[in-house]
């Protein structure tokens, strides 16, 4: 099946700073990549819709501003933390729609365990 | 709007035995449901997807789900539950007429050996 590699699998920072985490699709073109954001024991909650040459779609209650999302190619989208807080630790993963459809809606990556100290 | 209900945090089953994680759904059109499975710090794994036709939907490592749009239900179940089945599975949901996909809160299923 489709594979989504996520870049990187774990990150720390230091309060403050800026961290960038990439998703790419790596044997398929995804128009739409979707950027989740899961905490301990809880759902994925969704945080922005991301299609390929025009801006992210953010749901309500995401900042913008803050996470800010970049889907330059057809296979890469990146989602940047800005000055980022302890509050911002969390699992974040993407997932990416093969066009070409099949049974499966979204191939999700492994996703990217950022803490912030 | 719509929403997944997953009734149940944890289910707790012994191995060889059947088991069965519920999953109840809202959409204001005809839905498209889905369950993933999630190993510890992994991203979410495709299990299965129901669109139209048959009411059981037949899945990887032998899970399968039953539509029941009366009741609008979709519950997975596997016969004979493996120890390797451990893990947090999702219920989700989509409309067909919206890209948006929505998860249940997850349920975590313990096989017990």
């Known amino acids: 099946g489709a594979v989504v590699s996520q870049h990187p699998s774990r990150v720390i920072c230091k309060s403050g700073t800026s961290v960038k985490i990439e998703c790419r699709s790596l044997?398929?073109?995804?128009?739409?990549m979707f950027w989740y954001r899961q905490f301990p024991k809880q759902s994925l909650m969704l945080m922005a819709t991301?299609?390929?040459?025009?801006?992210?779609?953010?749901e309500q209650g995401v900042e913008k501003d803050k996470f800010l999302i970049n889907h330059a190619s057809l296979t890469l989208s990146t989602l940047t933390v800005t000055s980022a807080h302890p509050e911002d630790s969390s699992f974040y993963i993407c997932?990416?729609?093969?066009?070409?459809?099949?049974?499966?809606?979204?191939?999700f990556g492994p996703g990217t365990r950022l803490t912030v100290t | 709007a719509q929403s997944v209900a997953q009734p149940e945090d944890q289910v707790k089953v012994a191995e060889g035995n059947p088991l069965t994680v519920k999953c109840t759904y809202s959409v204001s059109g005809n839905p498209y449901l889905f369950w993933y499975v999630q190993y510890p710090n992994r991203g979410l794994q495709f299990l299965l997807k129901?669109?139209?036709?048959?009411?059981l939907v037949k899945g990887s490592y032998g899970f399968e789900a039953e539509f029941n749009k009366s009741q609008t239900s979709f519950h997975l179940k596997k016969p004979s539950a493996l120890v390797s089945d451990s893990a947090l599975y999702f219920c989700a949901v989509r409309d067909k007429g919206y890209q948006k996909v929505t998860f249940g809160t997850g349920t975590k299923l313990q096989v017990i050996p």
């Open positions: 044997d398929f073109q995804a128009t739409t």
């Open positions: 129901y669109i139209t036709g048959d009411n």
């Open positions: 997932s990416a729609r093969d066009p070409k459809g099949g049974d499966n809606e979204q191939y």
């Open positions: 991301s299609n390929e040459g025009s801006k992210a779609t953010y």
